[in-house]
């Protein structure tokens, strides 16, 4: 094969790879303004006694990672809390493609507490010279999380009395393209699958106890701001997603007996992203310049042997 024609089927062979993966994902998650208000039912005192246990009041933490053959890396930090059940804490993480973000805000008080979540994931580019199922197709992923308490917290209602918990919350989440998994089949036959990348964000809120009226059964209430998406290719070209929510979410707890009555409450607002990268059958594009190079020295020999 002459020079030229061996460079345009190497050009080809480049250009099957397709332009440069530039996908993301995102997502945030808030929760503000949390408060309790009491509804007395009788004549008595209203009261609500949150009981510590000593151990994970609070919690967060925030995760990145990217996987891209033999290159990956994986950071985290977190915060807790074991002595005040609103105490503040933030913590991060990044990589080269991903990062993710937790804090606990607020005065040390229920009233006023503040929790938010991010997370980011972007592509990690192109993984190459895979052939035959060689290799998994790159990603990059990132979480964010705060809870308080760590597990669920009790209280103590006073008799007759209603428990209402509210608060503004948000979430919002989006993703742009994806990856593209390009190899060659055992026959050399090419193969190729679409890969969407993900978010989704989320405020909640959760409380639980024996039933109104005490006996037997049980009450339970929940409320939650979520949001969740993901692109996917339609054939021709990707299609892009995005959503967001926010407004306030409240739950309920009814103490219909003469006694007082213990109770759990939990909050959870969490922010998660995956990303994908691509891969392709062919070397690295250094590999290619070298392999071009010494086609351009061996062409230029041969064009000399035949003058001579």
């Known amino acids: ?153 009790a209280f103590v209602l006073s008799p007759n009395t209603v428990a209402v918990f509210t608060a503004q919350a948000s979430a919002a989440a989006a993703a742009n393209e994806g990856g593209v998994y390009r190899t060659l089949n055992w026959d050399g036959t090419p193969f190729t699958s679409y890969y969407g990348n993900a978010a989704n964000a989320s405020a909640y809120m959760y409380v639980y106890g024996p039933a109104p009226g005490g006996g037997n059964g049980s009450q339970s209430a929940n409320d939650s701001r979520y949001a969740y998406v993901n692109s996917y290719w339609d054939g021709s070209a990707w299609v892009n997603a995005a959503d967001a929510v926010s407004g306030p979410i409240g739950v309920s707890f009814s103490n219909l007996t003469g006694a007082d009555m213990q109770g759990t409450f939990y909050i959870a607002v969490n922010s998660w992203a995956y990303a994908y990268g691509d891969t392709v059958p062919v070397p690295e594009p250094g590999t290619w310049a070298l392999m071009l190079a010494g086609l351009g020295v061996v062409g230029r020999i041969a064009v000399r042997r035949r003058r001579s």
């Open 1 to 153: 094969m002459r020079a030229p024609k061996l460079y345009a089927v190497v050009a080809a062979a480049l250009l099957a790879c397709g332009p440069a993966v530039a996908g993301n994902a995102t997502a945030t998650a808030t929760l503000d303004s949390l408060a309790v208000t009491l509804v007395p039912l009788g004549a008595g005192p209203a009261s609500i006694t949150f009981l510590p246990s000593g151990y994970g009041e609070n919690y967060g933490a925030a995760t990145a990672s990217y996987n891209k053959g033999g290159e990956s890396d994986y950071q985290s930090g977190w915060f807790q809390s074991d002595t005040s059940p609103w105490e503040p804490g933030s913590a991060a993480a990044a990589t080269l493609y991903s990062g993710a973000s937790a804090a606990l805000g607020g005065s040390g008080q229920l009233d006023g507490l503040t929790a938010a979540t991010g997370a980011h994931a972007a592509s990690s580019g192109t993984l190459y010279g895979c052939v035959d199922f060689s290799c998994s197709i790159p990603t990059s992923n990132a979480n964010g999380s705060v809870q308080t308490p760590w597990t669920s917290m």
